[in-house]
T-cell receptor, first 110, second 114 residues
Framework: AQSVSQHNHHVILSEAASLELGCNYS??????LFWYVQYPGQHLQLLLK??????LVKGIKGFEAEFIKSKFSFNLRKPSVQWSDTAEYFC????????FGSGTKLNVKP | ETGVTQSPTHLIKTRGQQVTLRCSSQ?????VSWYQQALGQGPQFIFQ???????GRGNFPPRFSGLQFPNYSSELNVNALELDDSALYLC?????????????FGPGTRLTVT
């Protein structure tokens, strides 16, 4: 069955700490992968996406993710988090509407 | 450019009733997807509409139905409401034919079934 799983449900970091959020997918077709972010009180918005080519993709606000096909993973990273990165992060994999992970709540302490 | 809008913002219904939720796509988008997001979970795909036809469906019963109109706006209808239908309902629009289905989400409608 197609699915997306996120391992970390709640992460607490101090500012300037490095971040890595795990995402694994199970899908047999062409893989397009996304990370979405939902800041408090705001809509879900796209953070970055992988379509093809370079497996290391860069998104907004200094985030990046690496597609590792052999591990079925698409982990999100940021070298140094800021308080403003406090949000919920969702990994997603199409087709069509897409399959979302359960989300990771990131709380960055100032 | 106008973003995705949804109405109403909040809604309270009684078990067994029917509800209609509405979504206006972002300008220029031709595809609409609906999601159900229960508390503490990620969005669950309900269905997608493209050119006024259903273009894929998740694991939801037939009492969840939808429409897409010529202006690409959309409705989600839920019949015979159950308590478990209480959730945030998200609409997302995209432009099919641009390769990736990069979706733009609305603010959602919070449905409470009592």
């Amino acid at each position: 069955a197609q699915s997306v799983s996120q391992h970390n449900h709640h992460v607490i970091l101090s500012e300037a700490a490095s971040l890595e959020l795990g995402c694994n997918y199970s899908y047999g077709g062409t893989v397009n992968l996304f990370w979405y972010v939902q800041y408090p009180g705001q809509h879900l918005q796209l953070l970055l996406k992988y379509f093809s080519g370079d497996p290391l993709v860069k998104g907004i606000k200094g985030f990046e993710a690496e597609f590792i096909k052999s591990k079925f993973s698409f982990n999100l990273r940021k070298p140094s988090v800021q308080w403003s990165d406090t949000a919920e992060y969702f990994c997603a994999c199409p087709p069509q509407g897409g399959y979302f992970g359960s989300g990771t709540k990131l709380n960055v302490k100032p | 450019e106008t973003g995705v809008t949804q109405s109403p913002t909040h809604l309270i219904k009684t078990r067994g009733q029917q509800v209609t939720l509405r979504c206006s796509s972002q300008s220029g988008h031709n595809t609409v997807s609906w999601y159900q997001q229960a508390l503490g979970q990620g969005p669950q795909f309900i269905f997608q509409y493209y050119r006024e036809e259903e273009n894929g469906r998740g694991n939801f019963p037939p009492r969840f139905s939808g429409l897409q109109f010529p202006n690409y706006s959309s409705e989600l209808n839920v019949n015979a409401l159950e308590l478990d239908d209480s959730a945030l309902y998200l609409c997302a629009s995209s432009l099919r034919g641009q390769g990736l289905n990069e979706q733009y989400f609305g603010p959602g409608t919070r449905l409470t079934v009592t």
